[in-house]
């Protein structure tokens, strides 16, 4: 059964997990402690997932690896915000709030072996994905909110001016939500609107370099998930549970 995605719930879970952030920070926070808001663009490759697709009147249907396109660098491009927060003492060991606004693009001319039901009958065999989606895409947003623990390593033992002191390698983990914008049309009907489709997980791992005063800039392979099970307009649902790749690059303000 999906989830509910009433805009109250959606809207209730980013407080939550913006709360609680907010609070371990104001319960750790001191006079050496260090804040960092970094903003992010890359690229996402989603592997082959398959689409399971439920509808009114006897349609079950499992689409088998299905292929993606992330069209990255096309409004709405590929973007993420993060907000790092790093202990004053152990200060190796941190938390963040981080959000993705990723794209997938389901490939409708590829063809692809379709089980299950259709209105009922039997179907077993392969078919262009397009004979059932005239669209199936998350075009303004595969979006991703997660909370990381984060911990980093200073190759010198503490920054300095030399190369190796301004350097930071860093890795993460961390679980948060889906929010797509689910774009589905199926014989006309059409889904358009966003859905807290499930969890969502993510690890990452980085290097950081301070280039100017408070200012760095990072480079990034992040691991994402999501359980996305999504309502449709008419009734029934469709699921789809995607492992990406994304290679990101960024700036990062410090306030220490």
């Known amino acids: 059964m999906a989830p509910n995605r009433s805009a109250a719930s959606i809207f209730s879970l980013l407080i939550f997990l913006s709360t609680a952030i907010l609070a371990t920070f104001a319960f750790t926070a001191s006079a050496h402690a260090e804040f960092v808001l970094s903003a992010y663009g890359g690229a996402i490759d989603t592997m082959d997932a398959d689409v399971k697709l439920s509808r009114p009147g006897g349609t ?34 941190g938390l963040c709030i981080d959000f993705i606004h990723a794209k997938m693009y389901a490939q409708l001319d590829d063809m692809v072996n379709v089980s299950g039901t259709r209105a009922g009958v039997p179907v077993s065999g392969s078919e262009p994905l397009g004979n059932t989606f005239e669209q199936l895409s998350f075009s303004h947003g595969y979006n991703l909110l997660t909370f990381n623990g984060t911990y980093r390593w200073f190759p010198k033992g503490s920054r300095d001016s030399t190369f190796l002191g301004r350097l930071q390698p860093y890795i993460g983990i961390g679980l948060g939500i889906a929010v797509p914008h689910v774009e589905v049309e199926i014989n006309g009907s059409n889904t358009e609107e966003y859905q807290y489709t499930g969890p969502a997980f993510q690890g990452f791992g980085g290097v950081n370099l301070d280039v100017y ?14 359980d996305m099970d999504a309502d449709l307009t008419g009734g029934g649902s469709i ?16 306030f220490r």
């Open 60 to 93: 079950d249907l499992t689409f088998s690896d299905v292929s993606w396109n992330d069209k990255s660098f096309e409004g709405p491009i590929y973007y993420g915000l993060r907000l790092n927060y790093w202990f004053s003492e152990h200060n190796n060991w």
């Open 213 to 226: 005063k408070n200012l760095s800039v990072f480079l990034e392979y992040k691991l994402t998930y999501a």
């Open 239 to 254: 699921e789809i549970k995607p492992w990406s790749n994304h290679i990101v690059f960024g700036l990062s303000y410090s």
